[in-house]
């Protein structure tokens, strides 16, 4: 007699996919509405980390993701479980983070009667993720949970949410009555090749080029073509910047690679661009650089193509195929005609080196100011630093200053809330980054003001064991260089913090941490902060780095770049003369001279 099948929860259906599709981890937080859903992943074994907020376990599956290249997944009860998350899972859509959404829901009888954390995914998260589905009947939840998984990993990828309904999730099931699915377990398919007339002609463009560029994007990491795209570079000698998840793909230090402020000069001065899997959005200018050269773009989708930027050629294809296809025909063509990049190489190393040296004395001018300076706060953190550690950007005013003088070594090596421009996401990213890369270093670089919104869950780093490092740039102010302007400009009293006179200490993140488990290192001295941050990774657990910088100091964008007398540019666009008493408006606005 045969056996008879078992039927089984909603969640453990769930936790068997899970299982299948290769999921290790699970970041969120607990709640009644997803029970079922978390005592079936963990009885198949999935990891689950905790977090103090949801918000954190949106952030740490997108940061596991962009990290790994694999699918992160996170997970929240009904309701304000679900709605905790937006901010994470729109920092992965615009990221094109692999990220599933796993979510509890009310009953489907409840609807519009006032259900406990009643709440609906399809409408609140539908603008953040390629797809939203709430389950509607039980036989279809390993068909969804596959699907989702699957079409999160298709590029270009993305988030995708599934909301289940409590009596959905606890209706019992055998697997043969899950409709739709079936464990198909095939080889993955060969990736889309370019044309072949297309790749010929972007090569010989290339080749003929004067000053050609190379911009490498996200796509890059996903489809794995790293390698291929540096042998690309050092076949056909073009300079190469990477972007986004997939910044160090060319890892940065290397002689053709190019990065921070010097991109500005190179870019414009290039007479052909070619993009591959980057996305030429807000964050590229919109392809504004390449205007007066001749554009070509590489990519799997056609939804990625920047319709404002004229383009000489376009070829639609997986990086890694179309870049293949170009060695093998720059090989050829490289045997007849070799390329002479002499002239190109030395202007692209000569901004190079002036931005390097421009950095270099930036630091060495302030290196001994107390409250420090976030320029000597890079450089000193940055030369404690192993050659393949990732970096999690999340301070305004810290990030500009660590972005420009950090070297990516491997694609996601770099790691920040991108278009979304968030605070708070460092804290629940590293933990996710950490886990994707067990025994690499972790630095999350942290403003004071992302640290107020996210820092609860430094204590769930200590609680999972993560020993990363969280470099606070304690200024004591938000978006430094602007407190004391609003105080003297705007009537209204308090602004975001009451702007801490120096004299008095700022609030000590590290003595806060301490007491949740941290290590804890107060840094005020400028000689004390590369042992401080070495010390931090030796401890082998969560630390606290809590480094007391001056709030006079903003990012050099704003126009509040050093301390002292500002000019009415960046943040001081948005004020008016007669916004200030004299003398203060003289020193902000000078007259202008008489010609």
Not at 93 to 100: G, L
Not at 363 to 371: L, S
Request: charged share 20%; hydrophobic share 40%.
């Amino acid at each position: 007699m045969a056996t008879q099948e078992r039927a089984v929860s909603g969640g453990k259906q769930i936790g068997r996919v899970l299982k299948e599709e290769g999921v290790e981890y699970m970041f969120g937080l607990q709640g009644g509405h997803i029970w079922s859903i978390l005592v079936g992943a963990g009885m198949n074994g999935i990891k689950m980390v905790h977090f103090r907020h949801e918000q954190a376990g949106g952030y740490a599956a997108d940061a596991y993701a962009r990290a790994s290249g694999k699918v992160g997944v996170c997970f929240g009860t009904a309701g304000p479980g679900m709605t905790n998350q937006i901010s994470g899972i729109a920092q992965a859509f615009y990221a094109k983070s692999p990220v599933v959404g796993l979510y509890g829901a009310h009953g489907l009888m409840e609807d519009g009667r006032g259900s406990l954390q009643e709440g609906y995914a399809e409408p609140t998260l539908g603008k953040y993720t390629k797809w939203t589905k709430r389950v509607p009947s039980p036989n279809l939840i390993a068909f969804y949970t596959k699907k989702a998984i699957r079409d999160a990993m298709t590029y270009p990828q993305g988030p995708v949410a599934l909301e289940f309904p409590i009596d959905v999730q606890l209706a019992r099931t055998t697997f043969s009555q899950q409709s739709g699915f079936i464990d198909n377990a095939y080889p993955e398919p060969a990736p889309p090749a370019a044309d072949a007339d297309s790749v010929e002609k972007a090569v010989r463009i290339l080749l003929a080029a004067e000053r050609p560029v190379i911009a490498g994007g996200e796509a890059v990491f996903f489809s794995h073509a790293e390698d291929e795209l540096k042998e690309f570079v050092e076949l056909t000698k073009i300079p190469v910047i990477t972007r986004r998840v997939g910044r160090g793909a060319v890892p940065e230090d290397h002689p053709f690679a190019f990065s921070g402020r010097a991109r500005g000069a190179i870019l414009r001065a290039a007479d052909v661009a070619m993009t591959v899997g980057l996305n030429l959005g807000y964050l590229e200018g919109y392809g504004a650089w390449a205007a007066k050269a001749k554009l070509i773009q590489v990519t799997e989708s056609r939804g990625d193509i920047e319709f404002t930027a004229k383009s000489e050629l376009v070829i639609i294809a997986s990086p890694k195929s179309a870049l293949r296809q170009m060695i093998d025909v720059a090989k050829k063509q490289l045997k007849k005609t070799p390329v002479n990049r002499g002239a190109w190489l030395k202007q692209v190393d000569g901004i190079k080196a002036q931005e390097k040296q421009r950095m270099n004395d930036e630091a060495e001018k302030v290196k001994n100011n107390k409250p420090l300076h976030p320029a000597w706060v890079a450089q000193a953190a940055l030369a404690a630093l192993d050659k393949n550690a990732t970096i999690i950007l999340d301070a305004f005013t810290a990030s500009a200053y660590f972005t420009e003088r950090f070297l990516g070594n491997h694609s996601g090596a770099v790691l920040d809330a991108g278009m979304v421009a968030g605070i708070g996401h460092g804290v629940g990213m590293a933990v996710g980054a950490q886990l994707a890369k067990p025994g690499r270093q972790v630095l999350a670089v942290m403003g004071d003001g992302g640290m107020g919104l996210g820092g609860m869950d430094v204590e769930s780093a200590v609680r999972v064991g993560t020993p990363v490092v969280y470099l606070v740039n304690n200024n004591s102010d938000y978006i430094a260089g602007s407190g004391p302007l609003f105080l003297k400009a705007v009537k209204t009293p308090g602004t975001v913090y009451a702007h801490a006179p120096w004299g008095i200490a700022p609030t000590n993140y590290a003595k806060m941490f301490e007491a949740c488990g941290a290590n804890g290192i107060r840094v005020e001295d400028p000689d004390k902060l590369t042992e401080g941050v070495r010390k931090a990774f030796e401890s082998g657990r969560a630390s606290v780095v809590d480094v007391v910088t001056d709030n006079r100091v903003g990012p050099p964008m704003m126009g509040v770049g050093t301390p002292g007398p500002q000019t009415a540019t960046g943040f001081m666009s948005f004020f008016d003369p007669e916004d200030f008493d004299e003398p203060l408006r003289s020193t902000i606005f000078p007259p202008k001279k008489q010609s």
